[in-house]
């Protein structure tokens, strides 16, 4: 099954803890995002990156980061720092270019700190 | 900075009935507009696209630049309709910035 992967699909932490989620694709593209979503705000970018070993902020980067070592893989650090990080995190990939503005979206990862 | 608004949290319509999700957004330069669907237990997905003014699963959207909106319109509602529904907006390189989200509830 190709696409793009993300494990956990539940993630369970304690307050002061950081937690890596991953995201894995195998569909070669080059860009790669991850959103936050929660009611009633929609999907906000954390940090997206349209190509290994580089990385931008998005528009609620504070207490998140990332890394993008190889092209298959992003993965998102919740630090402790991330003052309200209960909620639902949504990887996505896209081609870069032309056809960048379809993005494929992962299962997501349902995080919750208590 | 470009925004993206869905006005309508929820929508209910009866089966049959038209049903138009509201999208309104704020961007200085050229915009590039999309609707995305997420269905019960299924990934967000790309639904339409301005540019190529097509009729996807029943579903238009027009880009009307003088009321800076991209309504999403369906002349009969089907069951299979219900469904989250985001607006997005394509600015510089390849960042969407979506609404808040609109849910249809499609009731037999």
């Known amino acids: 099954d190709g696409g793009i992967t993300q494990s956990p699909k539940y993630l369970f932490r304690k307050e002061g803890q950081n937690v890596t989620l991953s995201c894995e694709q195998n569909l070669n593209h080059d860009a790669m995002y991850w959103y936050r979503q929660d009611p009633g705000q929609g999907l906000r970018l954390i940090y997206y990156s349209q190509i290994v070993n580089d990385f931008q902020k998005g528009d609620i980067a504070e207490g998140y980061s990332v890394s993008r070592e190889k092209k298959e893989s992003f993965p998102l650090t919740v630090t402790s720092a991330q003052k309200n990080p209960t909620a639902f995190y949504l990887c996505?990939?896209?081609?870069?270019?032309?056809?960048?503005?379809?993005?494929?979206f992962g299962p997501g990862t349902r995080l919750t700190v208590t | 900075a470009q925004r993206v608004t869905q006005p309508e949290k929820l929508l209910s319509v009866f089966k049959g009935a038209p049903v138009e999700l509201k999208c309104n957004y704020s961007y200085s330069g050229s915009p590039e507009l999309f609707w995305y669907v997420q269905y019960s237990r299924q990934r967000l997905q790309l639904l339409l696209r301005h540019i190529s003014r097509e009729s996807i699963k029943g579903f238009t959207a027009d880009l009307n630049k003088g009321e800076t909106s991209f309504h999403l319109k369906k002349p009969f509602a089907q069951e299979e309709d219900s469904a989250m529904y985001y607006c997005a907006l394509r600015a510089a390189g390849n960042k969407l910035t979506f609404g808040g989200g609109t849910r249809v509830l499609v009731k037999p």
């Open positions: 996505a990939s896209s081609p870069t270019g032309g056809k960048g503005y379809e993005q494929y």
